[in-house]
Protein backbone atom coordinates (compact mmCIF):
# COMPACT_ATOMS: atom_id res chain seq x y z
CA UNK A 1 0.00 0.00 0.00
CA UNK A 2 1.07 3.56 -0.15
CA UNK A 3 3.61 5.13 2.41
CA UNK A 4 5.44 7.83 3.60
CA UNK A 5 9.22 7.76 4.95
CA UNK A 6 10.53 10.44 6.61
CA UNK A 7 13.54 11.41 8.55
CA UNK A 8 13.90 10.67 11.75
CA UNK A 9 14.75 13.62 14.51
CA UNK A 10 15.15 15.58 16.38
CA UNK A 11 16.92 18.20 14.13
CA UNK A 12 18.36 20.24 16.33
CA UNK A 13 20.25 23.94 14.32
CA UNK A 14 20.91 27.54 15.21
CA UNK A 15 19.22 30.17 13.69
CA UNK A 16 20.00 31.03 10.09
CA UNK A 17 20.88 27.83 9.16
CA UNK A 18 20.12 25.78 6.29
CA UNK A 19 17.56 23.64 6.42
CA UNK A 20 16.17 19.82 4.49
CA UNK A 21 13.71 17.47 5.80
CA UNK A 22 13.69 13.99 3.76
CA UNK A 23 10.59 12.23 2.82
CA UNK A 24 10.15 9.61 0.27
CA UNK A 25 6.87 7.84 -0.74
CA UNK A 26 5.44 4.91 -1.97
CA UNK A 27 2.21 4.86 -4.20
CA UNK A 28 0.36 3.34 -7.00
CA UNK A 29 -0.84 6.43 -9.90
CA UNK A 30 -0.47 10.01 -8.87
CA UNK A 31 -0.53 11.07 -5.33
CA UNK A 32 -0.97 14.59 -4.57
CA UNK A 33 2.09 15.66 -2.02
CA UNK A 34 2.02 17.54 1.37
CA UNK A 35 3.86 19.05 4.34
CA UNK A 36 2.08 19.84 7.66
CA UNK A 37 3.50 21.43 10.52
CA UNK A 38 2.52 21.13 14.04
CA UNK A 39 3.50 24.30 16.50
CA UNK A 40 4.11 23.44 20.17
CA UNK A 41 0.06 23.24 21.17
CA UNK A 42 -1.76 23.09 18.58
CA UNK A 43 -3.29 21.05 15.54
CA UNK A 44 -1.60 20.59 12.51
CA UNK A 45 -1.95 23.64 9.34
CA UNK A 46 -1.34 22.88 6.23
CA UNK A 47 2.37 24.75 5.30
CA UNK A 48 2.77 23.64 1.29
CA UNK A 49 1.58 21.15 -1.20
CA UNK A 50 2.19 20.30 -4.88
CA UNK A 51 -0.26 18.00 -6.58
CA UNK A 52 1.81 16.89 -9.84
CA UNK A 53 5.63 15.99 -10.63
CA UNK A 54 7.85 18.93 -11.03
CA UNK A 55 5.48 21.34 -9.10
CA UNK A 56 6.81 23.26 -6.34
CA UNK A 57 5.20 24.23 -3.11
CA UNK A 58 5.96 27.05 -1.19
CA UNK A 59 4.85 29.20 1.79
CA UNK A 60 6.79 30.96 4.49
CA UNK A 61 10.53 30.51 2.98
CA UNK A 62 9.78 26.68 2.91
CA UNK A 63 9.95 25.13 -0.08
CA UNK A 64 9.61 21.41 -1.72
CA UNK A 65 9.47 19.81 -5.07
CA UNK A 66 7.68 16.89 -6.06
CA UNK A 67 10.13 14.40 -7.72
CA UNK A 68 8.53 11.36 -9.20
CA UNK A 69 12.04 10.27 -10.17
CA UNK A 70 12.79 9.99 -7.05
CA UNK A 71 9.78 9.28 -4.88
CA UNK A 72 10.79 12.66 -2.87
CA UNK A 73 9.29 15.94 -1.90
CA UNK A 74 12.17 16.90 0.55
CA UNK A 75 11.13 20.49 2.77
CA UNK A 76 14.01 22.59 2.58
CA UNK A 77 14.36 26.68 3.86
CA UNK A 78 17.25 28.44 3.22
CA UNK A 79 17.50 30.00 7.14
CA UNK A 80 15.75 28.80 9.94
CA UNK A 81 14.29 30.65 12.74
CA UNK A 82 13.95 30.01 15.87
CA UNK A 83 9.98 30.49 15.47
CA UNK A 84 10.14 27.90 12.85
CA UNK A 85 10.45 24.94 16.03
CA UNK A 86 7.71 22.35 15.90
CA UNK A 87 6.85 19.07 14.33
CA UNK A 88 6.76 18.75 10.39
CA UNK A 89 4.98 16.24 8.82
CA UNK A 90 4.81 14.57 5.41
CA UNK A 91 1.55 13.39 3.56
CA UNK A 92 0.68 12.29 0.81
CA UNK A 93 -3.28 12.14 -1.06
CA UNK A 94 -3.37 8.90 -3.32
CA UNK A 95 -6.77 9.30 -4.93
CA UNK A 96 -8.77 7.52 -1.47
CA UNK A 97 -10.40 9.68 1.15
CA UNK A 98 -7.78 9.88 4.13
CA UNK A 99 -4.00 11.35 3.90
CA UNK A 100 -1.33 8.73 4.96
CA UNK A 101 1.09 10.92 6.92
CA UNK A 102 4.63 9.84 8.08
CA UNK A 103 5.99 10.05 11.99
CA UNK A 104 6.61 13.79 11.88
CA UNK A 105 10.09 14.83 12.50
CA UNK A 106 10.68 17.36 15.21
CA UNK A 107 12.58 20.59 14.52
CA UNK A 108 13.93 22.41 17.48
CA UNK A 109 16.08 25.82 16.26
CA UNK A 110 18.23 28.12 18.40
CA UNK A 111 19.48 31.77 18.95
CA UNK B 1 -11.18 30.57 7.16
CA UNK B 2 -11.72 27.03 7.67
CA UNK B 3 -12.71 26.14 11.03
CA UNK B 4 -12.86 22.98 12.96
CA UNK B 5 -13.53 23.18 16.73
CA UNK B 6 -12.76 20.30 19.08
CA UNK B 7 -14.83 20.69 22.02
CA UNK B 8 -11.82 20.05 24.48
CA UNK B 9 -8.94 20.49 24.43
CA UNK B 10 -8.08 18.69 27.94
CA UNK B 11 -9.76 15.50 29.45
CA UNK B 12 -9.06 13.71 32.22
CA UNK B 13 -11.31 10.24 32.63
CA UNK B 14 -11.13 7.37 34.79
CA UNK B 15 -10.04 3.40 33.26
CA UNK B 16 -14.21 2.37 32.00
CA UNK B 17 -15.64 5.55 31.89
CA UNK B 18 -17.35 6.64 28.46
CA UNK B 19 -15.72 9.50 26.63
CA UNK B 20 -17.07 11.77 23.64
CA UNK B 21 -15.13 13.94 21.71
CA UNK B 22 -16.93 15.72 19.58
CA UNK B 23 -15.79 17.68 16.51
CA UNK B 24 -17.59 20.78 14.13
CA UNK B 25 -16.62 22.00 11.04
CA UNK B 26 -18.29 25.14 9.55
CA UNK B 27 -17.07 24.21 6.08
CA UNK B 28 -19.13 22.14 4.35
CA UNK B 29 -16.78 19.49 4.08
CA UNK B 30 -17.94 16.08 2.83
CA UNK B 31 -14.97 14.01 4.96
CA UNK B 32 -14.34 14.10 8.86
CA UNK B 33 -11.70 12.19 10.13
CA UNK B 34 -9.97 11.00 14.00
CA UNK B 35 -6.64 10.56 14.37
CA UNK B 36 -4.81 9.77 17.32
CA UNK B 37 -1.00 11.25 17.57
CA UNK B 38 1.62 9.19 20.03
CA UNK B 39 5.33 10.19 20.48
CA UNK B 40 7.04 8.26 17.83
CA UNK B 41 3.91 6.98 16.09
CA UNK B 42 3.08 9.94 14.16
CA UNK B 43 -0.59 10.27 13.33
CA UNK B 44 -2.44 7.33 12.89
CA UNK B 45 -5.87 7.22 11.51
CA UNK B 46 -9.19 6.02 13.71
CA UNK B 47 -12.49 6.34 11.83
CA UNK B 48 -13.19 8.75 8.85
CA UNK B 49 -16.67 9.43 7.29
CA UNK B 50 -17.61 10.86 3.82
CA UNK B 51 -20.94 11.45 4.56
CA UNK B 52 -23.73 11.84 6.68
CA UNK B 53 -23.94 8.43 8.61
CA UNK B 54 -21.84 7.05 7.09
CA UNK B 55 -18.14 5.66 8.55
CA UNK B 56 -15.22 3.89 7.65
CA UNK B 57 -12.55 2.16 9.57
CA UNK B 58 -9.25 3.48 9.96
CA UNK B 59 -6.00 1.78 10.53
CA UNK B 60 -6.41 1.55 14.36
CA UNK B 61 -10.55 1.26 14.96
CA UNK B 62 -10.63 -0.97 18.04
CA UNK B 63 -11.53 0.26 21.35
CA UNK B 64 -13.65 3.05 19.37
CA UNK B 65 -16.61 3.87 17.71
CA UNK B 66 -17.95 7.05 15.72
CA UNK B 67 -21.16 9.07 14.86
CA UNK B 68 -22.12 11.45 12.37
CA UNK B 69 -25.61 12.19 12.27
CA UNK B 70 -25.07 16.23 10.84
CA UNK B 71 -22.64 16.79 8.35
CA UNK B 72 -20.44 19.33 10.10
CA UNK B 73 -20.34 17.42 13.57
CA UNK B 74 -18.14 14.24 13.87
CA UNK B 75 -18.27 12.33 16.93
CA UNK B 76 -15.77 10.02 18.47
CA UNK B 77 -16.80 7.61 20.90
CA UNK B 78 -14.39 5.27 23.36
CA UNK B 79 -17.25 2.52 25.03
CA UNK B 80 -14.79 2.41 27.77
CA UNK B 81 -11.41 3.85 28.31
CA UNK B 82 -8.52 2.02 29.09
CA UNK B 83 -5.44 3.78 30.04
CA UNK B 84 -3.35 2.86 26.72
CA UNK B 85 -5.76 5.59 24.98
CA UNK B 86 -4.28 8.20 26.53
CA UNK B 87 -3.47 10.37 23.16
CA UNK B 88 -3.88 13.10 21.46
CA UNK B 89 -6.96 12.91 19.67
CA UNK B 90 -7.28 15.04 16.27
CA UNK B 91 -10.41 15.85 14.32
CA UNK B 92 -9.86 16.97 10.56
CA UNK B 93 -11.98 17.43 7.58
CA UNK B 94 -11.60 18.12 3.47
CA UNK B 95 -13.61 18.34 0.61
CA UNK B 96 -14.68 15.11 -0.81
CA UNK B 97 -12.90 13.87 -4.15
CA UNK B 98 -14.96 15.84 -6.12
CA UNK B 99 -14.13 19.00 -4.65
CA UNK B 100 -10.90 18.73 -2.94
CA UNK B 101 -7.02 17.73 -3.27
CA UNK B 102 -7.25 15.91 -0.52
CA UNK B 103 -5.84 18.55 1.82
CA UNK B 104 -6.70 17.70 5.47
CA UNK B 105 -7.74 21.00 8.08
CA UNK B 106 -7.57 19.98 11.59
CA UNK B 107 -8.77 21.30 15.01
CA UNK B 108 -6.48 22.05 17.35
CA UNK B 109 -6.51 18.94 19.36
CA UNK B 110 -7.65 17.37 22.46
CA UNK B 111 -5.39 15.53 25.18
CA UNK B 112 -7.18 12.91 26.79
CA UNK B 113 -5.55 11.26 29.88
CA UNK B 114 -7.30 7.86 30.77
CA UNK B 115 -6.25 7.49 34.84
Redesign the interface.
Known sequence: GDSVTQMEGPVTLSEEAFLTINCTYTATGYP?L?W?VQYPG?????LL?A?KADDKGSNKGFEATYRKETTSFHLEKGSVQVSDSAVY?CAL?G?G???I????TTLSVSS | DVKVTQSSRYLVKRTGEKVFLECVQDMDHENMFWYRQDPGLGLRLIYFSYDVKMKEKGDIPEGYSVSREKKERFSLILESASTNQTSMYLCASSFGLARGTGELFFGEGSRLTVL
Open positions: SFYEGLQLKTFSGTALFGKG
